[in-house]
């Protein structure tokens, strides 16, 4: 999530965020919908990476666009990050709402090209995917552990609130630790979707929930407005409780003589 020294523009800028959201879309509910429950083979031994595989895949993708676009864009690739940059005043508010755009466009595209893909499968493939949801977000019956909106409320703002504290900690300019941020920030993704896909299927990202509540059908859409609201209030008690506990601008010379007196 550093900058480079000679600022790319702004059109750049949104074509990076766009690919690395497309990267974490295709590469995350990709596996989810193709690999997570395969099957097994002969002598029983399931074939699919369940859980386990699906949250590296959020995880690794994501590390993947950080280290790639990352020093572009930024390497937000999710609106609640965004949001959660601007309330703690390390980026203009202004430059949100392209970011956005791109970013939902980007995760658009990757579900399309999944349903393209599906196009071509077996027989059944994609309607049996859109009727299960398409890896969309929910809750209730549409919980993969039976969760009611409570809990996925609870998740979404308690998770990525987290999610936004450990980015704006790991890529403090004072902490030097800006060449492992990408892995600690994918890493800790994948510690959330470990904890969370029971409950709701984990979003944490709105671009994520939007991409895959296209092709999820009507249930899907009627709840994906926790999963566009809650990530960014998350996002949003983050970024300011991070700016009000340790973005303090230092005392002027005077005042740092006269405390240290």
Request: avoid cysteine; hydrophobic fraction near 50%; charged fraction near 10%.
């Amino acid at each position: 999530m550093a900058e480079t020294t000679s600022a790319p523009g702004t059109a750049t800028k949104l074509i990076a965020e766009a690919l690395g959201t497309f990267l974490l879309v295709f590469g995350s509910i990709g596996t989810a919908l193709f690999a997570a429950n395969f099957g097994a083979s002969e002598n029983g031994t399931s074939l699919g990476v369940g859980f386990l595989g699906v949250s590296l895949a959020f995880g690794l993708t994501l590390m993947a666009g950080i280290y790639t676009w990352g020093p572009i864009s930024g390497g937000h690739f999710n609106p609640a990050v965004t949001f959660g940059l601007a309330a703690a005043g390390r980026f203009a508010w202004k430059d949100v709402p392209g970011y956005l755009i791109a970013q939902i466009i980007g995760g658009a595209v990757g579900t399309t090209l999944i349903v393209l893909i599906g196009l071509f499968g077996p027989d059944g493939w994609l309607s049996a995917a859109q009727d299960g949801g398409f890896a969309s977000n929910g809750y209730g019956a549409a919980s993969p552990g039976g969760f009611g909106l409570g809990a996925a409320i609870v998740a979404e703002v308690l998770l990525t609130a987290i999610f936004l504290l450990v980015i704006l900690g790991v890529t403090h300019p004072q902490r030097n630790a800006e060449k492992f941020a990408g892995l600690v920030i994918g890493f800790t993704l994948t510690m959330i979707h470990l904890v969370s896909i029971p409950i709701d299927n984990t979003s944490v990202n709105p671009a994520r929930s939007i991409a895959t509540a296209i092709y999820g059908g009507g249930e899907a859409l009627a709840q994906l407005w926790v999963f566009i609201v809650f990530p960014l209030v998350g996002g949003l008690l983050a970024g300011f409780a991070h700016r009000a506990l340790f973005e303090r601008k230092p005392l002027p010379p005077v005042q740092a003589e006269a405390r240290v007196s």
